[in-house]
């Protein structure tokens, strides 16, 4: 068709021809503007393609009904920074005149050119807010626990009862097996005997000799009053006899003897007591003043024989006169035993190799507070207190409530 038509141009003229030319080409149509749309082709032969919308190719609409198509519609031309515009459509083929055969359908039109490119795309959609989350059940209500019962009403306590009266001096301990108190009559001679456990009392008798004098003393740390003796030498004094040696009573092998004594005149070798056969066949004793060995002290001594047999416990040191101490002879259990002297509550001395008890000494005849089985030893001046004689061993912490609390 070209080569036809080339032909026909160069056979008329350029200028002579150029009205055929476009008669049987047709005009092409006007590419879409800004504001209007494409119009048709205005030929005879066919339409302009019509103007697309603003920013939008045009559909270039075909040409009339021709022997040719129009030529697609010029591609509107884009706004500054506009979407792209879409290509032109091919106008549509036109019809054939009066019947004729339809001519062939127009070239599509040129493919407008995009328009200017616009901006980025547009704003990405933010992402859709997260649903908040579903509110988390509130937790069941706790049962409220049920009410404490209220307490019942505290009784009354009852009237507290009346003490019992105190029983007249019975003996609290049954291993208490001599118990002078000394809280005798003054002016009287029999120091009464509060231990009950042989059963029947073996009461002291007062006793003077030469010229010396003794009494039942108000003066006292225990109880109501003491035994004073007024000993001056080895043959005028005062001492108390006991009738029934330590062996009788029941005092033979562990035994406690303890006392308080008050000394007026400390003399060497007089006696607080003395149980004995004689000096040469068995005796024990407790003296407050020993001048055999330096330094003079308080000593206890047992033997059967004489006093180059004695077992002997010793202090360290000698009492002070004119005020009152407590002392206490331990002998404790075994075979070889252990001997302890207390003096105020505390051990003074021990000796821990003894073998001789009383049940080896004997019932002895004489058994005197006071009082010596040497004849050459003076008899005692001062108060004693409290005598006791028990069958038993006492504890430390016994001998310390004695000293401490018995009063």
């Not at 003395?274 to 407050?288: A, E, H, I, P, V």
């Not at 108060?383 to 004695?402: G, H, P, Q, S």
Request: charged fraction near 10%.
């Amino acid at each position: 068709m070209r080569g036809a038509v080339f032909f026909a141009v160069m056979a008329c003229g350029a200028i002579a021809c150029r009205y055929d030319y476009e008669a049987l080409t047709g005009t092409s149509g006007g590419g879409g503007s800004t504001a209007n749309p494409g119009t048709g082709g205005n030929t005879a032969m066919g339409g302009h393609g019509g103007h697309g919308p603003v920013g939008v190719g045009g559909d270039g609409e075909g040409g009339s009904v021709g022997p040719r198509g129009g030529a697609g519609g010029t591609a509107g031309t884009g706004d500054a920074g506009g979407s792209s515009g879409a290509a032109g459509r091919g106008g549509v083929g036109g019809n054939g005149a009066n019947g004729g055969n339809g001519g062939n359908g127009g070239n599509g039109g040129t493919t407008g050119r995009g328009g200017a490119g616009g901006d980025a795309g547009g704003t990405t959609g933010r992402a859709g807010t997260t649903g908040a989350a579903g509110t988390t059940g509130a937790a069941g209500t706790t049962g409220v626990a049920g009410t404490t019962g209220t307490a019942g009403t505290t009784g009354v306590a009852g009237t507290t009862g009346a003490a019992g009266t105190t029983g007249a001096g019975g003996n609290s301990e049954g291993d208490l097996v001599l118990w002078y108190k000394f809280d005798d009559t003054a002016g009287g001679a029999v120091a009464v005997d509060w231990a009950t456990a042989t059963g029947t009392p073996n009461n002291g008798t007062l006793v003077a000799a030469g010229t010396g004098t003794g009494m039942f003393s108000p003066t006292h740390q225990v109880g109501t009053g003491a035994v004073n003796l007024n000993g001056t030498t080895s043959a005028n004094g005062a001492y108390v006899t006991v009738p029934a040696s330590l062996n009788a009573l029941g005092a033979t092998t562990e035994i406690t003897i303890a006392c308080w004594v008050n000394i007026t005149t400390d003399r060497a070798w007089s006696r607080l007591f003395d149980f004995n056969n004689s000096n040469t066949t068995g005796y024990m004793f407790l003296t407050t003043y020993q001048s055999q060995n330096t330094p003079n002290s308080v000593r206890f001594a047992i033997t059967t024989t004489n006093n180059a047999g004695e077992q002997k416990i010793s202090s360290a040191a000698r009492l002070s006169t004119g005020a009152w101490h407590h002392l206490a002879v331990v002998l404790g259990a075994g075979a070889t035993y252990t001997g302890t002297l207390y003096i105020d509550g505390a051990v003074a001395g021990t000796n821990d190799a003894m073998t001789v008890r009383p049940s080896n000494v004997g019932n002895t005849i004489n058994n005197w507070i006071g009082r010596s089985a040497f004849t050459a030893d003076p008899y005692f001046a001062g108060m004693i207190d409290d005598f006791r004689v028990y069958k038993r061993a006492l504890t430390a912490t016994e001998i310390a409530t004695l000293y401490t609390t018995i009063r």
